[in-house]
């Protein structure tokens, strides 16, 4: 028993999902590796030494504690059994979306999977398996009978020579099934995907240097507005356009062989036909590469082999930021990375110059006990996933004209609450098995997700947590180059809310060109100033001598901001405005809904004291993940 429950906890650690959180940024993990026989003393000393301060006492076994586990060990039960509730086939809203819901595996109960993202993962599980089984298993038949490479053991450090016969190896498997990729998800689209790759290869490399920043960005955001309304370029529209223009044309279709022509092209649209949908996190790649291959025209500094690292064992901060060479912003390996199968549909997104690092390094992470644990990690959370669907149909009741006046305050709050779980959940599952099948294959992208959605309690830290690689993304080629932010005087201030304007904007956009997404990340950008108000008017140094009045004021600023961001998320990916105007009015309508609110406006304060000691447990092992 105590070796099952000691390997349950090793899946649940922090450096099972992601070594990143558990080791600086500036360490090699090869330095881990070798340090891992240390004494938990020294541990303990590294913790210290990185925290800058002596670890703080544990608060998990004072009264204050028990009182909040007594709370919580209520409260939790009662937030599943109302929305079980409200989800009952003696509801009466039931009638309203029951022929929506589907047969379930469990006895006796239906399934809620009327969200398309969810339904589409469900039903692609046994190809995307197959995936995961024959993608490594083909490279490694490659490597061994088309490409082989000599390479040196693992314990020594490997030859500039084996290292770039690494990286061609890998990058010409990549390239090659990325084509067949394509043509097996889109078909004949896979035209037209490669010919915007290549006009953004173009505008990298050929448009003069000082032009390639602006002249990336207009052109990638200009391809996400001209995705949308040109839903795709279907052929028998271009077809129909071409009809009406050439010579001796006609406006009437039926008469051009032309439309013909492009209806049958669409035919033939592979398995994904609407490849326009999930081009968005490919649109970010294009301009990773562009940005990282202009950065490297700055490079003055040595390499990293100049300055006698071991290019073998880099840090992420140098795989990252360290430029790729110049002969590695090749053709073959932009539609590699651009395209590479496993990050391609849905993320992590990985930056050009990581990519290609550990193309030519297999990176010291890449580890099978801690990729067997992430996977059963994953498979743990599909189950749950899976049983909750059972049971609370949150999201069937959500899209199919809701009638929210006949739920109470109560289930209105709490179905509200499991609507953002489960669009958590419909996220993390694409996003961690993707990743899985990349850390099969080799390949070390960032976790995404970092807390679930209930560990969340600021909203500056909430956006370093949630799509965490697009969040560093932003920050390597949006945020930083705009200046970043500071609040040392007015003008500063003015300068970086424009800044956190420009961003979120960008965000919003690049999720869907919708007005209520815009409306979703502006709420963002005006929810994060109260905490930077407070942050900046109470700064932590003047409280010292009153430690624990500090606490509780920091939670009753938590509450605030979870439920702030819990409005703006349900806005911007459930309900819409509308659907919220007509939620709050429901829960106001009554004395109840003002009593209800208080109560868990109560057992918010008390999940963010267990929030704030979760943080102070990871402090004390030397993690600060700053979310």
């Known amino acids: 028993m105590g070796g099952a429950l000691s390997f349950l906890r090793n899946v649940y650690d922090l450096d099972t ?5 558990t080791v600086s940024s500036s360490t090699p993990y090869a330095v881990v590796v070798e340090a891992r026989s240390d004494a938990p003393a020294a541990s303990r000393e590294r913790a210290a030494r990185w925290n800058g301060r002596p670890p703080s006492e544990s608060r998990w076994r004072t009264p204050e504690f028990y009182l909040y586990y007594l709370i919580m060990a209520f409260a939790v039960p009662c937030m599943f059994w109302i929305a079980y509730n409200a989800s009952k086939p003696t509801h009466p809203n039931y009638r309203n979306y029951e022929r929506y819901l589907s ?3 469990i006895p006796g109960r239906r399934i809620d999977v009327t969200d398309t993202q969810y339904r589409t993962l ?3 599980a046994v190809y995307l398996v197959a995936l995961l089984v024959l993608h490594p298993l083909l490279r490694r038949v490659y490597n061994a009978v088309l490409y082989r490479a000599h390479s040196g053991r693992r314990a020594s450090r490997p030859t500039l020579e084996e290292a770039d016969q690494r990286l061609n190896q890998r990058a010409t498997f990549d390239f090659a099934f990325a084509i067949v990729y394509l043509l097996a998800l889109h078909g004949v689209s896979t035209i037209k995907i490669l010919t915007i790759l290549y006009i953004n290869y173009q505008v990298a490399t050929t448009l003069p240097r000082k032009s390639v920043p602006v002249a990336t960005w207009v052109f990638n955001v200009g391809i996400l507005f001209a995705n949308e309304l040109g839903k795709g370029y279907r052929f028998k529209n271009i077809a129909s356009t071409l009809c009406v223009f050439l010579p001796g044309g006609s406006a009437d279709e039926s008469n051009c062989s032309l439309v013909t022509w492009g209806s049958w092209l669409d035919s033939y649209g592979g398995l994904m036909t609407r490849w326009e949908i999930l081009f968005n996190i490919t649109v970010l790649r294009l301009i990773s590469f562009n940005l990282d291959y202009y950065w490297s025209l700055d490079r003055r500094g040595p390499s990293p082999v100049e300055k006698q690292l071991d290019p073998s064992s ?3 901060r140098d795989r990252v930021s360290t430029p790729a060479q110049a002969k590695d912003f090749s053709f073959r390996n932009y539609i590699a990375y651009a395209i590479y199968a496993p990050l391609y549909l849905t993320g992590p997104i990985i930056t050009f110059n990581d990519y290609i690092s550990q193309l030519r390094y297999k990176s010291a992470t890449i580890e099978m006990p801690r990729t067997i644990r992430y996977g059963l990690r994953f498979a743990i959370t599909l189950l749950v996933m899976e049983v909750i669907l059972h049971y609370n149909y949150v999201q069937a009741i959500g899209k199919f004209s809701p009638r929210w006046s006949e739920y109470t305050a109560a289930q209105l709050c709490l179905l509200s609450y499991f609507n953002l779980h489960m669009i958590w959940l419909k ?3 694409p996003w961690r098995f993707f990743r899985l099948w990349a850390l099969v294959d080799g390949i070390d992208p960032p976790e995404n997700m970092i807390r679930c959605v209930s560990d969340n309690w600021s ?8 799509h965490r690689s697009f969040y560093r993304w932003s920050l390597r080629y949006i945020y930083v180059p705009l200046g970043g932010s500071s609040f040392t005087s007015v003008r500063d201030a003015a300068r970086s809310i424009l800044t956190y304007v420009l961003v979120f904007t960008f965000v919003a956009l690049w999720h869907d060109i919708k007005m209520r997404l815009l409306i979703w990340g502006w709420l963002i950008v005006l929810f994060m100033l109260p905490e ?3 942050v900046s008017l109470f700064p932590k140094r003047r409280w010292e001598g009153r430690p624990t009045a500090y606490r509780m004021w920091c939670c009753v600023g938590a509450v605030a901001n979870a439920l702030m961001m819990m409005m703006a998320n349900l806005v911007g990916f459930a309900v819409g405005v509308e659907g919220l105007r007509a939620i709050l009015a429901g829960i106001v309508k009554h004395f109840s809904g003002y ?10 304060f008390v999940g963010a004291q267990v929030m704030f000691e979760l943080r102070e447990l990871e402090k004390r092992r030397g993690i600060d993940l700053r979310c």
């Open 17 to 21: 999902l992601d070594t990143r959180f």
């Open 103 to 105: 047969p379930g595996w």
């Open 122 to 124: 469900r039903n692609s």
């Open 314 to 316: 880099l840090s992420e």
């Open 427 to 429: 996220l993390l599952l």
């Open 459 to 466: 909203t500056l830290a909430f956006w370093r947590s949630w």
């Open 532 to 534: 930077m108000a407070a």
């Open 595 to 604: 009593a209800f609110l208080a109560v868990a406006c109560s057992v918010l």
